[in-house]
């Protein structure tokens, strides 16, 4: 997902659940975060959500979920609202990005997730979004990467580990290996949210472990 293609082509989705795994389960980490950015651009986030799964029944306990303003590009392409069923209302007038990651902060620390003695990573649908979108546009804006952002398992990876193939179409394919129900519109970042936490409650009570995929900055 998510070579380089053409600036005003390219659809990012990162997807961030906060999934915590159920103790039965042997691992190094309490929280799992998992983020559902939508870009409309290789460098303009046009959604930001994020699911808090509690890993003892596995149930959503808290959603963060807000678009961002786009500067660089505007408006939306028709391309980018076909694909994603953003249109420009959902975008204009809402905050910036350095608003939103202002609000992600206080939402993780309002959660615990920011308490030293709570282990977490964030899981996404590929390396895209945090090895190369987020950093990206923040790098162009000048704004800081908070370091929470700068480690994270590839749920793609997880799932070839599990599974013993790639997800060559991402959440459609581990969707269907799992024989799971896509959730909601494809391509929409808060669905695409639920659909990873979907999956990894699934490889979880198969029994598999997360562990960290990225390396370090």
């Not at 905050?95 to 709570?118: C, I």
């Not at 936490?197 to 990225?214: D, E, H, P, R, V």
């Amino acid at each position: 997902v998510f070579g380089m293609p053409q600036v005003h082509w390219l659809q990012s989705h990162v997807n961030l659940v906060e999934i915590r795994v159920p103790l039965s389960m042997d691992c190094w980490c309490q929280y799992f975060e998992v983020l559902g950015l939508v870009g409309q651009s290789w460098k303009e986030i046009i959604e930001f959500p994020i699911l808090k799964l509690n890993g003892r029944t596995m149930e959503i306990e808290s959603t963060f979920h807000m678009y961002v303003q786009p500067v660089v590009h505007p408006q939306l392409t028709p391309f980018c609202t076909e694909l994603t069923g953003i249109i420009q209302a959902m975008v204009d007038g809402q905050p910036s990005l350095q608003q939103v990651l202002e609000r992600v902060d206080e939402w993780m620390a309002k959660e615990g997730l920011l308490d030293p003695n709570v282990k977490s990573i964030f899981v996404t649908c590929g390396d895209w979004d945090l090895k190369v979108m987020l950093p990206g546009q923040c790098q162009y804006l000048g704004l800081p990467v908070a370091d929470y952002f700068k480690q994270w398992i590839n749920l793609k990876k997880a799932y070839s580990f599990a599974m013993g193939c790639w997800p060559k179409n991402g959440l459609l394919d581990m969707n269907k290996g799992l024989s799971l129900q896509h959730i909601g519109r494809p391509h929409s970042g808060i669905d695409d949210c639920k659909n990873i936490a979907n999956i990894m409650k699934t490889l979880a009570y198969q029994g598999f472990i997360f562990k960290q995929t990225s390396k370090p900055f």
